[in-house]
T-cell receptor
Framework: KAGVTQTPRYLIKTRGQQVTLSCSPI?????VSWYQQTPGQGLQFLFE???????NKGNFPGRFSGRQFSNSRSEMNVSTLELGDSALYLC???????????????FGEGSWLTVV | GQQVMQIPQYQHVQEGEDFTTYCNSS?????IQWYKQRPGGHPVFLIQ???SGEVKKQKRLTFQFGEAKKNSSLHITATQTTDVGTYFC???????????WGAGTKLIIKP
């Protein structure tokens, strides 16, 4: 079956602009989570959505927001972009929320955002 | 911030040498997962450990989960160039099922 699909793969934005990234999870998966990864850094958790509800949120400013649609597809938005927002944004899907036993995460290939 | 300490941040080895990365949590974990991210790629699930003291092997990779379910390790025997990448642990807190990630250990093969 198809994996996690993220669009766009690469984009360049200017400081102050906003950006919307899209993620289509694996068919049947209802949980979508978003991560930011900067060069040399680990995975910084942004938020998780399950059944259109935000279930968990990381320590990011309010400029970072997301939503999930009834078909489980998710979008994340970053407003008023800053240079430090340049990163790889990874989307991951899983069957269930809470990531308890047996709940493996499947990552998409990511969206590379460069802010200039 | 990171709530699972993963060390070392980098490890340089000669091809054929062994590699080990460790994860330590301040809280008890219900399970721990390991992921590998190749350079330029995305994290890919390797394995999940659930039981106290569990040891699992995948060819040259050995994964361990501590008796207290607070620490875990990944050991690679006789590294090969295909092992290059960053290895992440991700633990699930037993108290609230929150997923917490280690910062990753980057395996670099010396030329």
């Amino acid at each position: 079956k198809a994996g996690v699909t993220q669009t766009p793969r690469y984009l360049i934005k200017t400081r102050g602009q906003q950006v919307t990234l899209s993620c289509s999870p694996i068919s049947g998966h209802r949980s979508v989570s978003w991560y930011q990864q900067t060069p040399g850094q680990g995975l910084q958790f942004l938020f998780e959505y399950f059944s259109e509800t935000q279930r968990n949120k990381g320590n990011f400013p309010g400029r970072f927001s997301g939503r999930q649609f009834s078909n489980s597809r998710s979008e994340m938005n970053v407003s008023t972009l800053e240079l430090g927002d340049s990163a790889l944004y990874l989307c991951a899907s899983s069957l269930k929320t809470g990531l308890g036993s047996g709940n493996t995460i499947y990552f998409g290939e990511g969206s590379w955002l460069t802010v200039v | 911030g990171q709530q699972v300490m993963q060390i070392p941040q980098y490890q340089h080895v000669q091809e054929g040498e062994d590699f080990t990365t460790y994860c330590n949590s301040s809280t008890t974990l219900s399970n721990i997962q390991w992921y590998k991210q190749r350079p330029g790629g995305h994290p890919v699930f390797l394995i999940q450990l659930v039981k106290s003291g569990e040891v699992k092997k995948q060819k040259r990779l050995t994964f361990q989960f501590g008796e207290a379910k607070k620490n875990s390790s990944l050991h690679i025997t006789a590294t090969q160039t295909t092992d290059v990448g960053t290895y992440f642990c991700a633990g699930v807190r037993a108290s609230n099922y929150q997923l917490i990630w280690g910062a990753g250990t980057k395996l670099i093969i010396k030329p």
